[in-house]
């Protein structure tokens, strides 16, 4: 039993000692730095980071009715995306604001000029004609397409002394007929895709009232002629048929307005072309005669006629005779008797 509890006694005293060791051994150890917060500070930097996107801005004020210079716009990083913003500056280059822009400003679709004036080309203008069914070949004309303009003029006793029907305008391009329209947005179907087929089917629905036809605009004063003293007819011909009638085979007809003659010693004048000459005017004698003298002779006897031809009052100074002689004097698309 003695002996028993001297072992048990010499085991206690060694585990002691170990313990002993082992404490001396973590004391004679440095002290580990206590552990960073890291996690925080990252997650506060994630937080403070704010997104920025690529847009398109005006490097300085841009004018409104003014093509956009290259140097006039940029791209810029910043914390918003409006909408219908520009992420390229190709996209707007050339483009026309529709009013001033100031320096730093994002470009947006909403603000550049848009839909059928921007088919229309230097020189010429949209101009709307009244369409039906016979004008516009069976409504079969399409936006794009190229008609020829005829024109037929019933005779009235005044401007025109003969029915006539003729070319009026050769291969204008038609912006616009009905509710078609080269600006036009396609249709799409429930799966997002466009299908023109339809598109025309929805158009044609509705029966046409207007043609939208791309004029240079020195041939305007004939077509608004035209249609008001006559009718037109459009008829479709061929894209790739550029075949145009010879201006020189007949004379110019001349100009509603007349410039003033030049000074002496100053060259003679040009004739007029583009806005002068649609400026200048075009009257319908001379858009149905062509502008002659002797076509102006024509017309004046025709007036005549008609003028002998209608009634008179039955009064004491109609009916007596008139001593003396006529001369009839012409001026422009007007004639006047002179007695004397």
């Known amino acids: 039993m003695i002996h028993l509890t001297k072992i048990v006694a010499a085991i206690l005293v060694l585990l002691a000692i ?4 082992y404490a001396w051994v973590l004391s004679r150890q ?20 704010v997104p920025t996107f690529a847009v398109v801005v005006a490097a300085k004020p841009v004018a409104a009715g003014q093509a956009i210079p290259a140097d006039a716009v940029r791209v810029a990083q910043l914390p918003i995306n409006p909408a219908g913003a520009f992420t390229e500056t190709a996209a707007v280059v050339g483009r026309v604001p529709v009013f001033d822009i100031g320096e730093g400003t994002p470009l947006l679709e909403g603000q550049l000029a848009s839909g059928l004036a921007m088919r229309v080309e230097e020189g010429e203008r949209a101009v709307a004609v009244k369409a039906d069914e016979v004008m516009g070949v069976g409504n079969k004309v399409q936006p794009g397409d190229f008609v020829d303009v005829f024109v037929m003029l019933k ?5 025109i002394d003969r029915t006539q029907a003729r070319l009026l305008l050769s291969r204008k391009r038609v912006l616009a007929f009905g509710t078609a329209s080269l600006d036009g947005l396609p249709s799409r179907n429930p799966e997002g895709r466009s299908n023109p087929q339809q598109q025309q089917q929805q158009q044609r629905a509705e029966a046409a009232r207007t043609a939208v036809l791309a004029v240079p605009v020195a041939e305007i004063n004939r077509l ?13 011909r061929n894209p790739l048929d550029t075949a145009l009638p010879d201006p020189a085979l007949l004379a110019e007809l001349p100009p509603a307005l007349q410039p003033p003659a030049p000074r002496r010693g100053e060259p003679a004048r040009a004739p007029l072309e583009g806005l002068d000459s649609a400026q200048a005017g075009l009257t319908a004698v001379d858009l149905a005669t062509g502008g002659g003298a002797a076509a102006r ?5 025709a007036r005549a006629s008609a003028a002998a031809a209608a009634p008179r009052p039955a009064t004491a100074a109609a009916a007596a005779p008139r001593a003396g002689m006529e001369v009839e004097m012409i001026r422009g698309d007007r004639s006047e008797t002179i007695r004397y």
């Open 18 to 21: 170990a313990l002993g060791g």
């Open 155 to 159: 005779s009235d006793g005044k401007d």
């Open 297 to 301: 002779r024509l017309v004046a006897d």
């Open 30 to 49: 440095p002290a580990k730095a206590p552990p960073v917060a890291t996690a925080p500070a990252a997650a506060a930097s994630s937080t403070a980071r």
């Open 224 to 236: 608004t002629l035209g249609e008001s003293a006559g009718r037109l007819l459009l008829a479709l």
